[in-house]
């Protein structure tokens, strides 16, 4: 049987969180998912604090967070389970939120306050795209996003994308997506021959969507590649977790600053591992 889409959009209640939720669930309409609410609270709790204060101080952060996150919701879910808060670190909570029965989508928000400020130290945002074995979409929130109608997949042959969850977006996008577009950033001193036969080959495998192939290479590279980002609108950036791009980290510079917050287009991240 297969899987039914779920969304699980993590939420902190910050600047603009109203974007990130109606993007994720005009996201859920074209692909028919549940859309699950997620918070993590700080748990600030005294360290002198006896066990019953604890808890206590617990469940009043949990009860506050939960009239935040249905009021956030305004009545477009249904159910308890669609509410979903913790203490544990996000990571851990989105391992214990597994289920054979789905497979998620997990959202998430970029803003210029928190992960610009933080890529070299690390973020929630960055640990999931990172870390998580799910597939990951980071929305920059500073603005309204459309439904995508391109997507634009940054490929490396060393990195083969997942199957699995490529196949899953291109299913779930395939009535919104007029566009496809395999493309490939060189360093000045590699080589050419086996990255353009990968991009043949991907060409040649999902065909259906009549791909375009693109291999950026140069000192203009970079710039060159921004600059078309920025004028194609209702875009999604497709990355494959572990590749340069997520890794290396003036090219991870680059692709949360450049590609994804300045030009206000959604990012996904396939997961290594199914």
């Not at 500073?142 to 699995?164: D, I, R």
């Not at 991009?199 to 495998?205: D, R």
Request: net charge neutral; glycine share 4%.
């Amino acid at each position: 049987m297969d899987k039914r889409n779920r969304i699980l959009v993590l939420i902190d209640f910050s600047e603009n969180t109203d974007n990130l939720i109606d993007f994720a669930f005009s996201i859920a309409e074209t692909i028919n998912a549940k859309v699950v609410l997620v918070h993590k609270i700080p748990g600030l709790v005294p360290s002198m604090a006896d066990e019953v204060s604890r808890r206590e101080i617990l469940k009043e952060e949990m009860n506050e967070a939960s009239s935040k996150l249905r009021e956030l919701a305004r009545d477009r879910v249904y159910s308890d389970d669609s509410f979903q808060i913790s203490e544990k670190p996000i990571l851990t909570l989105l391992r214990n939120l597994k289920s054979p029965q789905y497979f998620d989508w997990v959202f998430t928000g970029l803003k210029e306050g928190g992960v610009l400020k933080r890529l070299f130290i690390g973020s929630t945002t960055l640990s999931v795209i990172e870390e998580s074995d799910m597939l990951t979409v980071t929305v920059p929130t500073e603005t309204k996003m459309n439904l995508p109608e391109k997507l634009l997949v940054g490929v490396n042959p060393n990195y083969p994308l997942n199957p699995e969850h490529f196949h899953r977006v291109l299913k779930g996008l395939e009535n919104n997506v007029k566009n496809l577009k395999f493309f490939t950033i060189l360093k000045e001193d590699e080589a050419e021959q086996t990255t353009r036969e990968h991009l043949l080959k991907l060409q040649i495998e999902y065909k259906r969507f009549e791909p375009d192939i693109q291999i950026y290479r140069g000192d203009d590279a970079a710039s060159t590649l921004s600059d078309k980002m920025k004028l194609s609108h209702n875009s999604i950036l497709v990355l494959q977790q572990g590749s340069r791009s997520l890794t290396n980290i003036l090219f991870r510079q680059f692709t949360i600053n450049e590609l994804v917050y300045r030009a206000q287009t959604p990012l996904i991240v396939l997961s290594k591992r199914t």
